[in-house]
């Protein structure tokens, strides 16, 4: 999937992993997911991408899931949507 047109990143797009989108939509987050701005959507699969293990990776991937099911956190920092 490409970079959203909407976004003005200057840094390079990170692609969604296979098991990054089999697992939000598994876990019904997909909406959540996008209705992050672009720089959190990019932050979040680059992280999980640059996971050299394949545990640290599922561990990024859980909290990255944890983080969109509870809404109001990112990266382990609050988080508020604008409404």
């Known amino acids: 999937m490409n970079e959203p047109s909407s976004s003005r990143l200057?840094?390079?797009?990170?692609?969604?992993p296979d098991d990054a989108r089999d697992a939000l939509l598994a876990r019904g987050l997909m909406d959540a997911y996008r209705a992050r701005p672009p720089y959190q959507q990019n932050d979040y699969m680059g992280w999980?991408?640059?996971?050299?293990?394949?545990?640290?990776?599922?561990?990024?991937?859980?909290?990255?899931?944890?983080?969109?099911?509870q809404g109001d956190l990112y990266m382990k920092m609050a988080y508020r949507p604008k409404s």
Do not use: D, H, Y
Not at 48 to 57: D, F
């Open 10 to 16: 200057k840094r390079v797009w990170n692609e969604m």
């Open 48 to 69: 999980i991408g640059r996971a050299k293990r394949p545990l640290t990776k599922e561990k990024r991937l859980t909290q990255m899931l944890s983080e969109l099911e």
